[in-house]
């Protein structure tokens, strides 16, 4: 069967795009990219609805162990219609915990069928000195690799089959402690630019003054952190900061590799 190939991810500082677009481009021709990360493009692609022709590469970084929370909601809206589905997790390299099973059950939950997931890494959001660069080239070949073994699987997919995808993940998921409200601090590096604006995706910096952030909305994605040239934008939270330290050296020799579900139980 061919396909109409969409990918659709969340990515504020870009692993996750690469990690969906690698496994999606290794699969077939890609139809649809759905950048969820302007607010904008959220706004516009609510409500997507697929059908049975579809085969969707969904993906999404891990925040505490889940789906970023928002995210879970809006999801919601999706209608699968028996459309085939890819999920991928990007974490870093911490634990993905219940954040692949969620998302796996989200879209089951929307009417997806599940064909295949994975959990990849990428660099923490929160400090280049925890899987720096990755998705590296190892990395990008398995998910490539992994593209490939889903077109192997597809070739003989029964869509109407009673087994499902198994995935790593408990339920009940991970509890989420409450939003703690920290928003990155700007330095006098600033000049201004506007790309943090212009690139927050939750639009919570003021575009009369970059230096001002809604804690309400933002959620320490870190894009504007990572995407500032001249790194005006740094987190100086003490508890962000203590934990990222222990981070750094709990996780400097430990190198997690992706880990593939591609089997079905009955
Ligand atoms: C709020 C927040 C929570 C995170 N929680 C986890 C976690 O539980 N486990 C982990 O290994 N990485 C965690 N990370 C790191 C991201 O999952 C990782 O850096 C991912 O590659 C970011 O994806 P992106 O580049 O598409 O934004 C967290 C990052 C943020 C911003």
């Known amino acids: 069967m061919n396909y109409n ?7 504020p500082t870009g692993t996750t795009a690469k990690v969906v677009k690698t496994i999606a481009g290794s699969i077939g021709e890609i139809h649809n990219e759905y950048d969820l990360t302007p607010l904008k493009s959220r706004i516009n692609y609510k409500a997507l609805t697929f059908s049975s022709n579809d085969l969707v590469i969904v993906g999404v970084p891990v925040y505490k162990g889940r789906i970023p929370d928002f995210l879970a909601d809006y999801f919601q809206n999706f ?22 099973l969620e998302l796996k059950d989200i879209f089951e939950t929307a009417g997806f ?60 998921y991970k509890a989420l402690p409450p939003a703690p409200q920290i928003v990155p ?18 639009e919570a910096i003021d575009f009369d003054n970059f230096r001002d ?8 994605c870190c894009s504007c952190v990572k ?38 139980k009955d």
């Open 79 to 100: 209608k699968g219609n028996n459309a085939t589905a890819v999920y991928a997790v990007v974490y870093g390299n911490r634990a993905y915990e219940d954040a692949l």
């Open 185 to 202: 601090e700007t330095n006098d590096n600033c000049t201004d630019c506007s790309i943090c604006a212009d690139l927050c995706p939750m």
């Open 5 to 11: 190939i969409s990918t659709i991810f969340f990515s």
């Open 113 to 172: 069928v599940s064909v295949a997931a994975g959990a990849f890494i990428g660099e923490h959001s929160y400090s280049g000195g925890i899987a720096t660069r990755r998705p590296d080239i190892s990395d990008l070949k398995i998910a490539c690799d992994f593209g490939q073994k889903i077109n192997a699987k597809l070739n003989h997919f029964d869509t109407l089959s009673k087994s499902t995808l198994f995935v790593k993940g408990n339920f009940p």
């Open 227 to 264: 995407n500032c040239p001249e790194d005006a934008k740094v987190i100086v939270n003490e508890h962000i900061v203590n934990f990222t330290k222990k981070l750094i050296s709990k996780l400097e020799r430990i190198r997690h590799e992706p880990e593939l579900f591609l089997e079905n």
């Open 213 to 220: 952030i809604d804690p309400t909305t933002c959620i320490l």
